[in-house]
């Protein structure tokens, strides 16, 4: 089994690396860009356990080590 | 609009983050894991245009700034 984990800052911290992609955007002429966010995006291989039990250990996952809760937010997705 | 783009190692290339968090995992206790490959996730918002026009100039933005395509391969979603 394989979980997806997406690991966001949360709306209103400052994202600098996403701000200093924004400007390298518009400098290479892609001025429609309004905004970019950058985040953390894990694959993480799972042995064995059901799908429960996998988002169940990955949420632990997220909330012991992958995500700092107090300035990001995280979603998983389990796919077998 | 928004697009939503994922960055990953291709496979084979070597990702020593990936190999730490899987490391980190396991000394907490969470031994299914069995491999952990990590990635960068954007969202960008963008002003104007239609989903298809949208969908060519991200794929840009990727070729000329976000993605490396010697090590990493993109993928992308356009949501409204």
Chains 1, 2 share one sequence.
Not at 4 to 27: F, I, N, R, W
Not at 32 to 53: F, P, S
Request: hydrophobic residues 40%.
């Amino acid at each position: 089994m394989k979980a997806k984990v997406y690991v966001t800052l949360k709306s209103g911290v400052l994202d600098p690396q996403g701000k200093a992609v924004e400007q390298a955007l518009h400098a290479l002429g892609f001025k429609e860009v309004g905004g970019v966010r950058i985040g953390k995006y894990l694959e993480i291989a799972l042995d064995g356990g059901t799908r429960d039990e996998a988002e169940h250990r990955v949420r632990e996952m997220c909330e012991k080590l992958l995500a700092n809760l107090i300035i990001e937010d995280y979603r998983l997705e389990i796919v077998p």
